[in-house]
């Protein structure tokens, strides 16, 4: 008589698993709505958004790190960088080694509006986390971690915990 085999994990049924992805996806677009609204406000978007969030994190990033980091074509984050450029949100300027690299940087402004946006988002985001507790935000960071491709986690790793 063979022994029963024991139940897999109840977290990795079906059930548990797109309750999981309906509320990753509550959480998002809740998450950034604020944000989405403030950049529509003067004309921007969300793709704007996540190139200032990162520009501002790696100051003199090259465009080809950001394109990395981004996981965008270079055609879709060209059209973004010029918005930001031309209404002086982000500088751009040659490498000091090597001037075949266009760095980035947030300008006064885009510095101001990064941080306008990221305060609101922080603060959401420390409410969450002081009602879960430390452990289940180490476990939430492993689950995200998780979910990003290996290839793609050094990216991650470069911005620093």
């Known amino acids: ?28 677009s809740r998450f950034v709505r604020s944000a989405d609204d403030k950049l529509a406000e003067i004309g921007l978007g969300r793709a704007h958004h996540r190139a200032m969030y990162f520009i501002g994190r790696k100051p003199d990033i090259t465009v080809g790190e950001l394109l990395s980091l981004l996981g965008v074509t270079k055609q879709s984050l060209g059209r973004v960088m010029k918005d930001l450029v031309d209404r002086d949100l982000v500088g751009l300027r040659h490498g000091d080694l090597d001037r075949r690299h266009r760095l980035l940087r947030l300008t006064a402004a885009g510095t101001a509006l990064e941080s306008a946006l990221y305060e609101e988002q922080r603060d959401k985001m420390a409410s969450a986390y ?28 470069a911005l620093g915990r």
Do not use: C
């Open 1 to 28: 008589m063979d022994a029963p085999k024991p139940s897999p994990a109840l977290f990795l049924h079906d059930a548990a698993i797109r309750r999981g992805m309906e509320l990753m996806i509550f959480a998002q």
């Open 130 to 157: 002081s009602q879960a507790g430390q452990d289940a935000v180490a476990g939430y960071w492993t689950v995200l971690e998780a979910l990003i491709p290996a290839a793609a986690r050094v990216h991650v790793d």
